[in-house]
């Protein structure tokens, strides 16, 4: 398994600016993934990081609105830009994935639980 | 595209009662199962996983789910709850294979325990 932190834990933003999200992992990863949560929905994936390269983005997420860096293996940040009040959730970074490893289990971290006023 | 449902959005249950939390999901090929679970104020943690063989896996804290493939379900259960079991319940699955693969999680299940 592995530790994940992130920072914020909370946050409070106006409408129209940006946060980003921080997420560090106690061991080298490949793969981390960032997920949202919004009241009472599940939690659905944003996009998917692998150092050194472009990260992959779902159906319904972009780069402007949400750009992500992956500068190692141990580290990713997810930014929140041009922020509105339907981006009030919670943001979830995790990491493995793997099938062939932990047939793709994922750990996740406690969540950034961002307001948009 | 995989889908996974879970029937119950919110269930309130008495402390020693039995609890079955119904997990469906969509998907024509072979699937890993996972039942996940977040306590108030913590991370979201594995509780129980079904990847092959015995189709009633046991998790932690006296949890266990059977996986029936011809019905595409995941039912998670514990025969008697504790009011520590209080918490969110999500049920996931991914594509079973080689290289990395992305869950699908459900709407989750917010159970509540009255003592």
């Known amino acids: 398994s592995a530790v994940i932190s992130q920072k914020p834990s909370r946050d409070i933003c106006q409408r129209g600016t940006s946060l980003t999200i921080q997420c560090q992992v106690d061991?080298?990863?490949?793969?981390m993934f960032w997920y949202r949560q919004q009241p009472g929905q599940s939690l659905t994936l944003i996009a998917t990081?692998?150092?050194?390269?472009?990260?992959?983005?779902e159906s319904g997420f972009v780069i402007d609105k949400f750009p992500i860096s992956r500068p190692n293996l141990t580290f990713s940040t997810l930014t929140v830009s041009n922020m509105s009040p339907e981006d009030s959730s919670i943001y979830l970074c995790?990491?493995?994935?793997?099938?062939?490893?932990?047939?793709?289990?994922?750990?996740f971290g406690p969540g950034t639980r961002l307001t948009v006023t | 595209a995989q889908s996974v449902s879970q029937h119950n959005h919110h269930v309130i249950l008495s402390e020693a009662a039995s609890l079955e939390l119904g997990c469906n999901y969509s998907y024509g090929g072979t699937v890993n199962l996972f039942w996940y679970v977040q306590y108030p104020g913590q991370h979201l943690q594995l509780l129980l996983k079904y990847f092959s063989g015995d189709p009633l896996v046991k998790g932690i804290k006296g949890f266990e789910a059977e996986f029936i493939k011809s019905k595409f379900s995941f039912n998670l259960r514990k025969p008697s709850v504790q009011w520590s079991d209080t918490a969110e319940y999500f049920c996931a699955v991914n594509e079973d294979g080689s290289g990395y693969s992305t869950l699908t999680f459900g709407k989750g299940t917010m159970l509540l325990v009255s003592p």
């Open positions: 995790s990491v493995g994935g793997q099938v062939s490893l932990d047939n793709g289990e994922q750990y």
């Open positions: 061991s080298q990863v490949t793969m």
């Open positions: 990081a692998n150092q050194g390269s472009e990260a992959t983005y």
